[in-house]
């Protein structure tokens, strides 16, 4: 078979539904091998006209066809295809019946209904949902559903969908029944069902108006210890968004499920949501501080699409980031409230430029609102999700927090029940406002990070301080520029622009509206030469270029008030020594001295203690990725080797200081997964790193040391984690012996997947190959993936980019075998060997070849064509 190329859909050739779909009565008659699926469509032709009416499905054996009752004859009433099913002359009002047979335990997409853990569970979102019924798979197709299951009773005691119960009961032969009905009309992607065996946590929260609603979460039977964090979390979520947006639950219970096998993090399905177990489960000895707070992160993001994505919805699929970009800014924030706001910003940012800005940069790029695409499943990137979150936070920082709070109203109101667009969102703004946010659409329409220039001129004569903004490029963008001016003695000034009165605004942060190609802007009473602060908090997702000494940099790593800002200080001066390295590694020379960056991270080092989680970030140097990213083309070897040289330069340097700093981490209260604790933890294990890259004989003991001794998993993975990087024999003992103690637990083979695939041995690939034949490794589980092929790929610059292309074959080859069962997980595999325009010209060639040879196989999934086609142009 050769490969008819899958043909774009485009955002332009949007139409309204032919038909309307008002009511659906599913019927599911449940059965492992084959379900038998009953739909009851209510149908209402929308408008005039004479077309016939056309339903999605795949993968569907149909059964039986009924317009109103009455059986359809093939070809002259219906016509159906592996794709489609149409009804040729419907009446204006109607009610469709089909009967299908479906087979959950074939299916290894984890799209449709499936069988994870022995329990039936769906994921429908985007393009689910005609994987179980015949329907009109589009999200503006608002219908409410009746849903009534049969299973066996005593195998499938647990009969979950969305809304309310309405009734249950026994039926014949062992087994029994139950209805579900959600009063709200909602589109097919939130469609829900879990059947099972699984066990309950239950608890409560009561909202503001007085509505107590029955939470709970479903997980495997021996896993309810591992849900108080996750019940917590969700608590504090729905009270968070009651205070901060005025946005009540409307239901009285709310379902969590927790299964082993799924594609994503979670899916906000209509009072059912599904988690991946990663971000439910969690407990001292097996969880992360990190996994604690995804955790937190992500029941927060599922509860606030109740109303950023399901009360108010897309209209179609390129508006993903009116859901996405605007929950992902609520959870953020919701985090920032609950943890260290300066320490989420940075985290923020850092994942922002590890994944957005190279897709942004790279043959992937795409808007926020993307134009065209083949799959959709492929748009789900860190551009919709991450860039669309700085986008909606741009509203907030340019209307401040009541003038956004205002917009936000105005949309939840105005749209309620409706499918819009991300141009409603912006209408919304701008009306509550009586704003203008008609040049602010190039931040939906434009792909590419835009690069602003600043330059600054402090005239000691008139007391003033110019400030002169360049955007590059030509589609000038509006943006706002928040701005410091700090003075001698680290405090930051009172800022008042030219023309403003005495007593007009002034305080020491100033939001700057650019929106031309440049512009300047005059600070007055400014009478002493100050250190700009610019771009605060990350104001904007740009990158910003201006001219600043070495000292002006360790002064505000040391003074700015603006804790991002303070940290970007430093991973700038950073930054730069590095890349003046590796240029002098490629001369033959040494390069410039390290000691002004060393200088910075002893005075970080010596009140670490005082603000761990900050001291955390601040001593952990760029990665090689964000490294890579400065440079037009890059060797990731060479990169490691002077990142690595410079550690190891720093951690002699300053042995006595890390080793005080490590002897006063050490935890004594009984663990809590707290902001306090984590940062204390997290200022811990970064001192270890250093230690270790120092490699001397007795940080191999430490290192053992703090994996045994440990009671946390925090601290014990961070020292595994290290150990994975030596070749010593204890190093190796170790591994086993995380590996027999947690050989059942499948989250925490995870871990240990990714931490020997992420390894700097020489012979990590061999190792990873080894590995996939495992018996806890599963290429049927998208966790089991992701930690150790996407661990590779994505988390191992140095040894994924191997001069040979080794990697890259590898990385082809799983891919490939991965597209035959689970198309969504074999592309996002892929997207590592998009990047080969910015690789020196022997690897880039390389990834090149595994390209097309992905390119020319026979039989591969749309989505991976998609991928590696545009990788290639
Ligand atoms: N909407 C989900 C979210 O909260 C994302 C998601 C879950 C998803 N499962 C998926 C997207 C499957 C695509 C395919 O962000
Ligand atoms: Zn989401």
């Known amino acids: 078979m050769t490969h008819a190329a899958p043909q774009p859909i485009f955002r332009h050739d949007y139409k309204a539904p032919d038909y309307l779909v008002e009511h659906i009565g599913l019927v599911f008659r449940l059965d492992a091998e084959a379900t038998r699926v009953t ?64 087979n959950p335990s074939a299916n290894t997409e984890l799209e449709g209904l499936y069988v994870s853990g022995g329990n039936f569970c769906t994921q429908c979102e985007p393009e689910g949902f005609r994987k179980i019924t015949y329907f009109v798979d589009r999200p503006d197709i608002m219908a409410r559903y009746t849903v009534r299951m049969e299973a066996d009773k005593a195998r499938v005691p647990l009969l979950l969908s969305n809304g309310n119960r309405i009734d249950q009961g026994e039926l014949a032969d062992g087994r029994h029944f139950a209805v579900w009905e959600d009063p709200f009309p909602k589109p097919s992607y939130l469609f829900a069902l879990v059947a099972g065996d699984l066990a309950g946590v239950h608890d409560s929260y009561t909202t503001g108006s007085g509505r107590k609603v029955d939470l709970s979460i479903w997980v495997q039977h021996g896993n309810e210890s591992k849900c108080a964090h996750a019940m917590k979390s969700l608590q504090q979520a729905m009270k968070w968004d009651e205070e901060v947006y005025g946005l009540e639950y409307d239901l009285d219970l709310f379902n969590i499920v927790a299964v082993d096998d799924f594609n994503f993090g979670a899916m906000e399905n209509k009072s059912l949501n599904i988690f991946n177990s990663k971000y439910v489960l969690a407990d001292q000895q097996t969880a992360t501080d990190t996994d604690y707070s995804n955790i937190a992160g992500i029941v927060a993001h599922e509860y606030f699409h109740n109303w950023s994505g399901n009360r108010v919805t897309c209209r179609d699929w390129f508006q993903l980031s009116l859901k996405e970009g605007l929950t992902v800014f609520r959870d953020q924030e919701f985090s920032a409230d609950h943890g260290e706001r300066a320490v989420e910003r940075i985290g923020d940012v850092r994942r922002l430029r590890a994944a957005q800005f190279p897709e942004d940069s790279g043959p992937l790029a795409h808007p926020v609102r993307p134009d065209s695409y083949i799959e959709i499943n492929n748009f789900y990137t860190s551009t919709v999700y991450e860039k669309g979150a700085e986008v909606v936070r741009m509203y907030r920082t340019l209307l401040g927090a009541r003038g956004y709070r205002k917009g936000t109203d105005l949309y939840f109101q ?112 400014v009478n002493t030469r100050p250190v700009p602060s610019l771009l605060r908090g990350f104001s904007a997702p740009v990158k910003l270029e201006m001219e600043e000494s070495d000292a002006d940099l360790a002064f505000r790593l040391a003074h700015d008030s603006d804790g991002f800002n303070r940290w970007e200080a430093g991973q700038k001066l950073a930054t730069r020594l590095l890349l003046a390295r590796l240029k002098a590694a490629e001369a033959g020379s040494n390069g410039p001295s390290a000691e002004p960056l060393i200088d910075a991270l002893s005075a970080v080092l010596d009140s670490g203690i005082r603000e761990p989680a900050f001291a955390a970030l601040a001593l952990t140097l760029p990665g090689e990725g964000y490294i890579a990213e400065q440079l037009a083309t890059s060797d990731p070897e060479q990169i490691h080797a002077v990142r690595e040289a410079l550690r190891r330069e720093i951690a002699d340097t300053l042995w006595d200081k890390l080793q005080a700093t490590y002897a006063a981490t050490q935890g004594h209260e009984p663990f809590a997964a707290t902001p306090a604790q984590a940062g204390r933890r997290a200022l811990r294990n970064a001192v270890l790193a250093y230690i270790a890259a120092a490699g001397r004989r007795e940080a191999l003991n430490m290192l053992l040391a703090q994996y045994q001794d440990s009671d946390n998993m925090t601290e014990r993975l961070a020292a595994l984690t290290l150990l994975a990087d030596e070749t010593a024999p204890e190093a190796e003992a170790a591994l086993e012996d995380f590996h027999t103690r947690w050989r059942m637990n499948p989250l925490v083979m995870g871990k240990w997947f990714a931490i020997q695939a992420a390894s700097s041995r020489e012979d990590t690939l061999a190792r990873v190959l080894k590995l996939t034949q495992h018996p806890a490794f599963d290429a049927r589980n998208p966790n089991k993936v992701y930690a150790l092929i996407g661990g590779f790929a994505f988390s191992n610059p140095a040894r994924f980019n191997k001069a040979d292309g080794s990697g890259y074959r590898f990385l082809a080859e799983q891919a490939l075998a991965i597209d035959k069962l689970n198309p969504s997980v074999g592309a996002h595999l892929l997207e590592s060997l998009s990047r080969w325009r910015r690789l020196e010209p022997g690897r880039a060639s390389l990834m090149q070849e595994e390209l097309r040879r992905v390119v020319a196989t026979a039989g591969i999934s749309s989505d991976l064509y998609e991928i590696a086609s545009k990788s290639l142009a």
């Open 39 to 102: 739909a009851r469509l209510t149908v209402r032709r929308n408008g005039t006209h004479d077309r016939p009416m056309l339903l999605n499905g795949e993968k569907l054996v149909l059964d039986a066809v009924r317009v109103d009752g009455e059986a359809l004859a093939e070809d002259q009433d219906y016509s159906v295809t592996d794709r489609f099913l149409s009804i040729a002359r419907p009446p204006a009002a109607f009610v469709l019946e089909t009967e299908v047979t479906i």
């Open 414 to 525: 105005r749209h309620d029940g409706n499918a819009v667009t991300c141009d409603d969102f912006r209408a919304a703004m701008a009306d509550a406002n009586g704003a203008d946010f008609g040049q602010f659409e190039r931040w939906y329409d434009t792909a590419g990070t835009p690069v602003v220039k600043a330059q600054g001129q402090w005239d000691a004569e008139a007391g003033t301080y110019a400030l002169t903004l360049t955007q590059e490029g030509d589609v000038a963008r509006h943006m706002p520029v928040a701005v410091g001016l700090i003075g001698a003695d680290g405090r930051d000034l009172r800022l008042r622009l030219t023309g403003e009165s005495i007593d007009g605004a002034d305080s020491t942060t100033r939001v700057l509206e650019l929106k031309q190609k440049e512009e300047t802007f005059i600070f007055t009473s």
